[in-house]
């Protein structure tokens, strides 16, 4: 419950506070909340799976928008940012749709 | 996976809470204030503050580029305004001279009707004594004075392929009859006109001597009115 409800405060925080995000950090957002995405889609199923364990959300959570993060500023060093920064988002859509697919079959058993 | 560990969204929702749920709950904050925040700035700002160098930079090339070829369209185009205008002046300057010319040759080939000063001469003849060879005389007369436009009688205009014929007894202009008494009006200079007409041995002396006579009568604005028909050369060309 408390987790959903961190969510709801996240969102409403985010909507009503109107924060600015700083210009360095301008192309990495959207690629941090879609690793994050993926991490909380795969902590879903683990949940259901019954496998679920805190710390190893949390590490899954921060590696995963710290190595996305990290990929696409190298990748802006090197000057492929914009082809690599849209590879993570392929890899991480697939996974995911896996994980949501794996969520769907718990949920509606099909 | 062993069945009794398997929990539900219904007890994902209802279970008690642990610090480890409030950490998790921080995390899922984040996200969702990072969501809504890259959400927000996408829709306010559009998409050039977050984008990187390199397609800035193709951006703006690409908009160079596209300024140029606006810039060339717009050169071609004006020259060809120029183009256009230059030749529209230079026609209507051919225009203006073609038309003034065709005025001119008109009233030359007396298709339309002219006014100017001049003199109307009236030929009284009651013997009828005067001759196709008088008449081409008077009108050789005043052409040599300078008439510009003559008709006779209202009815015949005097052009350059005008004859003068008489058939049994009667004048005839280009094939049509012309009876007595004859009115002369010729466009021209009323003085040199009546000069014309007047000198010792001229037309006023040869009518006399026929039995008739002449008065002349100077105008300022006399209309000639009749029309020659209009005729295209039927073996005549300009020639090379």
């Not at chain 2, 559009?46 to 984008?51: E, F, I, R, S």
């Given at each position: 419950m408390i987790p959903v409800l961190g969510l709801v405060a996240g969102v409403v925080a985010g909507l009503l506070l109107q924060p600015t995000v700083p210009v360095p950090l301008q192309p990495y957002l959207p690629i941090a909340v879609v690793a994050a995405l993926d991490a909380v889609f795969g902590a879903l199923r683990a949940y259901l799976d019954g496998i679920f364990d805190d710390k190893v959300f949390v590490i899954s959570f921060v590696s995963n928008v710290v190595i996305a993060a990290l990929i696409v500023y190298l990748g802006d060093q090197l000057g492929v940012g914009g082809q690599l920064s849209t590879g993570v988002i392929v890899v991480l859509g697939i996974r995911i749709f896996s994980n949501v697919a794996a969520i769907r079959r718990h949920v509606f058993h099909a | 996976m062993p069945e009794p560990r398997r929990r539900s969204l219904r007890s994902a929702l209802t279970s008690r809470p642990a610090w480890g749920q409030a950490l998790v709950a921080v995390l899922l904050g984040a996200l969702g204030f990072a969501a809504a925040l890259q959400v927000r700035v996408n829709d306010a700002e559009?998409?050039?503050?977050?984008?990187r160098r390199g397609d800035l930079i193709e951006l703006l090339d690409s908009l160079d580029a596209a300024n140029a070829r606006a810039e060339k369209q717009i050169n071609e185009l004006e020259t060809t305004k120029r183009e256009l205008q230059t030749s529209t002046t230079a026609s209507q300057t051919a225009l203006l001279e073609a038309r003034r010319e065709a005025s001119t040759l008109a009233i030359l080939a007396g298709t339309v009707p002219a006014r100017g000063p001049g003199v109307v001469i009236r030929i009284n003849d009651p013997e009828a004594a005067v001759s196709a060879v008088t008449m081409l005389n008077a009108i050789e007369e005043l052409r040599d004075a300078g008439a510009e436009a003559i008709e006779i009688n209202n009815s015949a205009r005097v052009v350059a392929q005008t004859y003068f014929a008489v058939s049994d007894g009667t004048l005839t202009i280009d094939g049509a009859e012309v009876r007595p008494p004859y009115v002369i009006d010729a466009v021209g200079s009323a003085a040199t006109l009546s000069v014309a007409v007047g000198f010792p041995g001229g037309l006023q002396d040869e009518v006399q001597a026929l039995g008739g006579s002449v008065t002349v009568e100077q105008t300022d604005a006399l209309d000639v009115t009749a029309l020659a028909e209009e005729r295209t050369p039927e073996y005549a060309q300009p020639a090379p």
């Open positions: - | 559009g998409v050039y503050p977050g984008a």
